[in-house]
């Protein structure tokens, strides 16, 4: 089982995602506020990261449903079970790969080549990390325009620890 800080960080952006939307109604996670997606969106675009990750560990296919969320594709404003459905299985399913990786893994497992740069699993997870938290900012705000506490992701009460 992986228990790296790498793998501990992206856990712990998981779960601060959960804490942004269990609030919500159907109506709140489909509001806009240009040029911030909607809550929902960026809900399906998260999940996304989850099913890639899973992927590269295990090879998983990544659901359709899913793919409509990838960089590129159309906003939309989906409804709050279906999302929370496909996220809540991409969490599932993240999680579960995780446990597989070693660190070994982390520093030596190429999982993309950029520009004639090799990209290790730990760098790849890292930037995924930083993109979802990217997008947390951008729930936070949505949640503030709604009415809501934009929460505190700073000093959260999490699980993890170190």
Not at 32 to 60: D, Q, R, T
Not at 63 to 90: C, F, M
Not at 117 to 146: C, P
């Amino acid at each position: 089982m992986s228990s790296h800080i790498i793998t501990g960080y992206y856990k712990l952006s998981i779960d601060q995602m959960e804490n942004y939307y269990k609030d919500l109604t159907d109506n709140d996670i489909k509001k806009i506020f240009p040029p911030l997606n909607c809550i929902g969106w960026l809900m399906g675009h998260s999940s996304v990261y989850n099913y890639e990750i899973a992927n590269k560990i295990k090879e998983i296919k990544i659901p359709d449903e899913a793919n409509k969320y990838r960089n590129g594709q159309p906003h939309s404003t989906p409804d709050l079970k279906d999302i929370v459905s496909l996220w809540e299985n991409s969490v599932e399913t993240v999680k579960n790969s995780l446990k597989l990786l070693t660190d070994e893994d982390l520093s030596s497992k190429i999982t993309w080549i950029k520009d004639d740069e090799k990209i290790n699993f730990g760098t790849d997870i890292s930037r995924m990390t930083f993109h979802y938290w990217n997008h947390l900012g951008e729930i936070a705000s949505v949640r503030q325009l709604i009415g809501k506490d934009p929460g505190n992701p700073g000093y959260g009460s999490w699980d993890w620890r170190y």
